[in-house]
């Protein structure tokens, strides 16, 4: 947890350096200016919904439990754009801890999440916070030593 809160620091920082964390402080959450909880469950459905169909990535959701993923998807999704959720899940490292994630897989959900926040018509100022927020955590996800050779049949 603590290392999540750290992530949620950097991108507070990162977004003041662009000027945006300043002018939240003011107005509405993240959260709050994307619509709130109807909202936020609807992008996280939908969000399941492309990993399940991703060719890249669908092998990776195919033994989960969907309503169990889409509960902690949506309590780390509500807690880092601001909402008043706790999250209860594990952390990022150790959620992904020995799937070797690729840098691939990694783009695939992001493109994912982008595709469902346009779905639900969300701003483009909003959307760019959001991915902000993926870009955050991304080193605590993707395995930087999974190579190319080491996903086909040439490292066999």
Same mark, same amino acid.
Request: glycine share 6%; proline share 3%; net charge neutral.
């Given at each position: ?6 992530? &949620? ?11 945006? #964390?300043?002018?939240?402080? !003011?107005?509405?959450?993240? #959260?709050?200016? $994307? ?10 459905? =939908? *969000? /399941? ?6 060719? &890249? ?21 509500? $807690?880092?754009?601001?909402?008043? *959720? %706790?999250?209860?899940?594990? +952390? @990022?490292? =150790?959620?992904?801890?020995? $799937?070797? &994630? +690729? %840098? ?6 992001? =493109? =994912?999440? @982008? ?6 018509? &969300? ?11 993926? /870009? ?12 190319? !050779?080491?996903?086909? +049949?040439?490292?066999?």
């Amino acid at each position: 947890m603590k290392k999540l809160l750290n992530t &949620i620091l950097s991108l507070s920082l990162l977004c003041f350096s662009f000027g945006s #964390f300043a002018e939240e402080a !003011k107005g509405p959450s993240l #959260f709050d200016r $994307m619509g709130g909880e109807k909202v936020a469950k609807q992008i996280v459905a =939908d *969000v /399941w919904a492309n990993h399940t169909a991703n060719p &890249i990535v669908k092998a990776r959701f195919a033994k989960s439990d969907p309503q169990y993923v889409k509960g902690k998807v949506y309590e780390i999704f509500a $807690m880092a754009t601001g909402a008043k *959720v %706790e999250y209860t899940g594990k +952390s @990022m490292e =150790d959620t992904h801890a020995g $799937m070797n &994630i +690729s %840098e691939m897989e990694f783009n695939a959900v992001v =493109d =994912d999440v @982008m595709a469902a926040l346009a779905k639900n018509n &969300i701003a483009a100022q909003e959307q760019n916070e959001v991915l902000a927020i993926l /870009w955050s955590v991304r080193p605590a996800i993707v395995n930087p030593h999974i190579t190319r !050779k080491a996903l086909t +049949s040439e490292a066999k």
